[in-house]
Protein backbone atom coordinates (compact mmCIF):
# COMPACT_ATOMS: atom_id res chain seq x y z
CA UNK A 1 0.00 0.00 0.00
CA UNK A 2 1.06 3.27 -0.81
CA UNK A 3 2.24 5.73 1.63
CA UNK A 4 -0.79 8.21 0.00
CA UNK A 5 -3.11 5.58 0.29
CA UNK A 6 -2.11 4.93 3.67
CA UNK A 7 -2.95 8.25 4.93
CA UNK A 8 -6.07 8.65 2.66
CA UNK A 9 -8.26 9.04 6.53
CA UNK A 10 -8.95 11.89 8.63
CA UNK A 11 -10.06 15.74 7.10
CA UNK A 12 -12.05 16.80 4.41
CA UNK A 13 -10.58 18.21 0.85
CA UNK A 14 -12.59 21.16 -0.58
CA UNK A 15 -11.36 22.35 -4.64
CA UNK A 16 -11.90 25.62 -5.87
CA UNK A 17 -12.81 25.75 -9.71
CA UNK A 18 -13.14 27.88 -12.63
CA UNK A 19 -11.89 30.38 -15.44
CA UNK A 20 -10.16 33.03 -13.87
CA UNK A 21 -12.06 35.91 -12.71
CA UNK A 22 -15.15 34.04 -11.32
CA UNK A 23 -13.98 35.04 -7.72
CA UNK A 24 -12.99 32.16 -6.72
CA UNK A 25 -10.40 33.91 -4.08
CA UNK A 26 -12.45 35.75 -2.34
CA UNK A 27 -14.76 33.02 -1.17
CA UNK A 28 -11.74 30.75 -0.84
CA UNK A 29 -10.70 33.51 1.53
CA UNK A 30 -14.27 34.19 3.25
CA UNK A 31 -14.99 29.81 3.71
CA UNK A 32 -11.63 29.62 5.13
CA UNK A 33 -12.45 32.18 7.89
CA UNK A 34 -15.97 30.73 8.13
CA UNK A 35 -14.32 27.17 9.04
CA UNK A 36 -12.04 28.64 11.50
CA UNK A 37 -14.48 30.67 13.62
CA UNK A 38 -16.36 27.12 13.56
CA UNK A 39 -13.32 25.46 15.28
CA UNK A 40 -11.50 23.98 12.51
CA UNK A 41 -8.65 23.48 11.23
CA UNK A 42 -7.61 24.93 7.73
CA UNK A 43 -5.18 24.95 5.20
CA UNK A 44 -5.58 27.13 2.58
CA UNK A 45 -3.48 26.08 -0.74
CA UNK A 46 -3.50 26.32 -4.53
CA UNK A 47 -2.49 24.83 -7.98
CA UNK A 48 -0.54 25.00 -9.57
CA UNK A 49 1.88 25.19 -6.39
CA UNK A 50 1.50 24.80 -2.52
CA UNK A 51 4.93 23.63 -1.68
CA UNK A 52 8.58 24.92 -2.25
CA UNK A 53 9.01 22.54 -5.35
CA UNK A 54 5.47 22.97 -6.87
CA UNK A 55 5.86 26.99 -6.32
CA UNK A 56 8.58 26.92 -8.74
CA UNK A 57 7.26 25.17 -11.31
CA UNK A 58 3.99 27.05 -11.13
CA UNK A 59 6.12 30.00 -12.29
CA UNK A 60 7.58 28.11 -15.10
CA UNK A 61 3.97 26.86 -16.41
CA UNK A 62 2.59 30.58 -15.82
CA UNK A 63 5.02 32.43 -17.59
CA UNK A 64 7.52 30.29 -20.31
CA UNK A 65 6.18 28.99 -23.57
CA UNK A 66 5.54 25.46 -24.18
CA UNK A 67 3.79 22.87 -25.51
CA UNK A 68 0.35 20.93 -24.02
CA UNK A 69 3.12 17.89 -22.61
CA UNK A 70 4.78 20.27 -20.92
CA UNK A 71 2.23 21.85 -19.55
CA UNK A 72 0.66 19.30 -18.27
CA UNK A 73 3.98 16.94 -17.12
CA UNK A 74 4.69 20.21 -15.14
CA UNK A 75 1.56 20.48 -13.61
CA UNK A 76 1.24 17.12 -12.41
CA UNK A 77 4.61 16.80 -11.12
CA UNK A 78 4.06 19.63 -9.00
CA UNK A 79 0.81 18.21 -7.92
CA UNK A 80 2.22 15.02 -6.24
CA UNK A 81 4.93 17.45 -4.52
CA UNK A 82 1.98 19.18 -3.06
CA UNK A 83 -0.24 15.81 -2.54
CA UNK A 84 2.50 14.33 -0.61
CA UNK A 85 4.04 17.21 1.74
CA UNK A 86 0.67 19.53 1.56
CA UNK A 87 -2.73 18.17 1.01
CA UNK A 88 -2.05 14.35 2.40
CA UNK A 89 -0.20 15.46 5.47
CA UNK A 90 -3.04 17.97 6.56
CA UNK A 91 -5.47 15.64 5.73
CA UNK A 92 -4.42 12.86 8.08
CA UNK A 93 -4.36 14.88 11.07
CA UNK A 94 -8.00 16.28 10.37
CA UNK A 95 -7.44 19.47 8.78
CA UNK A 96 -9.99 20.84 6.06
CA UNK A 97 -7.98 21.39 3.24
CA UNK A 98 -9.40 24.19 0.76
CA UNK A 99 -7.38 23.79 -2.92
CA UNK A 100 -7.83 26.98 -5.22
CA UNK A 101 -7.57 24.33 -8.57
CA UNK A 102 -6.99 20.91 -8.26
CA UNK A 103 -6.94 17.92 -11.40
CA UNK A 104 -10.25 19.44 -12.91
CA UNK A 105 -8.33 22.04 -13.84
CA UNK A 106 -5.98 20.11 -15.31
CA UNK A 107 -8.42 18.59 -17.62
CA UNK A 108 -10.41 21.58 -18.40
CA UNK A 109 -7.28 23.86 -19.32
CA UNK A 110 -4.94 21.49 -21.13
CA UNK A 111 -7.20 19.32 -22.03
CA UNK A 112 -10.33 21.52 -22.99
CA UNK A 113 -8.72 24.46 -23.98
CA UNK A 114 -5.19 23.53 -25.16
CA UNK A 115 -7.04 20.17 -26.75
CA UNK A 116 -4.79 17.58 -25.24
CA UNK A 117 -5.48 13.98 -24.79
CA UNK A 118 -7.70 12.99 -21.73
CA UNK A 119 -6.71 9.64 -21.92
CA UNK A 120 -2.80 10.38 -21.15
CA UNK A 121 -4.08 13.50 -18.64
CA UNK A 122 -6.29 10.30 -17.17
CA UNK A 123 -2.91 7.97 -16.95
CA UNK A 124 -1.18 10.93 -15.07
CA UNK A 125 -3.99 11.82 -12.74
CA UNK A 126 -3.76 7.79 -11.99
CA UNK A 127 -0.01 7.74 -11.61
CA UNK A 128 0.13 11.08 -9.55
CA UNK A 129 -2.74 10.62 -7.41
CA UNK A 130 -3.76 7.48 -6.82
CA UNK A 131 -7.23 7.90 -6.23
CA UNK A 132 -7.40 10.98 -4.63
CA UNK A 133 -10.03 13.44 -5.10
CA UNK A 134 -11.47 16.14 -3.10
CA UNK A 135 -14.71 15.57 -1.10
CA UNK A 136 -16.27 17.97 -2.94
CA UNK A 137 -15.47 20.79 -5.48
CA UNK A 138 -16.95 24.07 -5.62
CA UNK A 139 -17.12 25.06 -9.70
CA UNK A 140 -17.43 28.51 -10.28
CA UNK A 141 -19.53 29.06 -13.64
CA UNK A 142 -18.97 32.61 -15.18
CA UNK A 143 -19.53 33.15 -19.37
CA UNK A 144 -15.97 33.82 -20.20
CA UNK A 145 -16.92 36.85 -21.78
CA UNK A 146 -18.06 38.78 -17.93
CA UNK A 147 -14.88 36.55 -16.47
CA UNK A 148 -12.76 38.79 -19.21
CA UNK A 149 -14.47 42.12 -18.26
CA UNK A 150 -13.79 41.19 -14.26
CA UNK A 151 -9.73 39.86 -15.05
CA UNK A 152 -9.13 43.33 -16.92
CA UNK A 153 -10.43 45.68 -14.11
CA UNK A 154 -7.70 44.05 -11.71
CA UNK A 155 -4.57 42.93 -13.03
CA UNK A 156 -2.09 42.00 -16.10
CA UNK A 157 -2.51 38.67 -17.78
CA UNK A 158 -0.46 35.80 -17.64
CA UNK A 159 0.13 32.82 -19.83
CA UNK A 160 -3.30 31.72 -19.49
CA UNK A 161 -5.38 34.87 -18.71
CA UNK A 162 -4.82 36.65 -22.09
CA UNK A 163 -6.35 33.74 -24.35
CA UNK A 164 -9.55 34.39 -25.66
CA UNK A 165 -13.27 34.08 -25.27
CA UNK A 166 -12.63 30.70 -27.66
CA UNK A 167 -10.33 29.14 -25.34
CA UNK A 168 -12.32 29.77 -22.17
CA UNK A 169 -15.40 28.55 -23.77
CA UNK A 170 -13.91 25.11 -24.09
CA UNK A 171 -12.40 25.41 -20.65
CA UNK A 172 -16.02 26.13 -19.31
CA UNK A 173 -16.89 22.94 -21.54
CA UNK A 174 -14.05 20.69 -20.02
CA UNK A 175 -15.48 21.49 -16.56
CA UNK A 176 -18.91 20.82 -17.85
CA UNK A 177 -17.36 17.56 -18.75
CA UNK A 178 -15.75 16.76 -15.46
CA UNK A 179 -18.89 17.62 -13.72
CA UNK A 180 -20.89 15.38 -15.88
CA UNK A 181 -18.61 12.23 -15.29
CA UNK A 182 -18.35 12.91 -11.17
CA UNK A 183 -21.80 14.92 -10.47
CA UNK A 184 -21.54 13.87 -6.71
CA UNK A 185 -18.73 15.12 -6.41
CA UNK A 186 -19.14 18.88 -7.70
CA UNK A 187 -21.53 22.03 -6.91
CA UNK A 188 -21.83 24.40 -9.48
CA UNK A 189 -22.30 27.66 -8.69
CA UNK A 190 -23.72 30.40 -10.86
CA UNK A 191 -20.58 32.83 -10.14
CA UNK A 192 -22.39 35.94 -12.22
CA UNK A 193 -24.12 36.59 -9.09
CA UNK A 194 -23.79 39.09 -6.72
CA UNK A 195 -20.93 37.99 -4.18
CA UNK A 196 -24.00 37.51 -1.46
CA UNK A 197 -25.67 35.29 -3.49
CA UNK A 198 -22.73 33.30 -4.86
CA UNK A 199 -21.42 32.55 -0.84
CA UNK A 200 -25.14 31.39 -0.11
CA UNK A 201 -24.75 28.46 -2.41
CA UNK A 202 -21.64 27.54 -1.39
CA UNK A 203 -23.41 27.37 2.20
CA UNK A 204 -26.04 25.32 0.80
CA UNK A 205 -23.49 23.31 -0.79
CA UNK A 206 -21.33 22.20 2.23
CA UNK A 207 -25.04 21.34 4.43
CA UNK A 208 -25.82 19.37 1.56
CA UNK A 209 -23.12 16.95 2.41
CA UNK A 210 -23.64 13.75 4.34
CA UNK A 211 -20.21 14.25 6.34
CA UNK A 212 -20.60 18.04 7.14
Same mark, same amino acid.
Given at each position: ? $????? @??????????? #??????? $????????????????????????????????? +??????? /????????????? @??????????? /???? *? #?????C?R?????F?Y?? #? #???????? &????????????? /????????????????? +? $??? *? $? /??????????????????? &???????????? *?????????????????????????
Amino acid at each position: M $SALAR @ARTGGRFISFE #GIDGAGK $STHIATLQRWLQARGHEVVLTREPGGSPLAEQL +RELVLHQ /PMDALCEALLIFA @ARRDHLQTCIE /PALA *R #GATVLCDRFTDATFAYQG #G #GRGFNLQV &LAQLEAWVQEGRQ /PDLTLWFDLPPAVAAAR +R $SAV *R $S /PDRFESQDDAFFGRVRDGY &LQRMTAAPQRFA *RLDAALAPEAVWQQIEAALEAQPWW
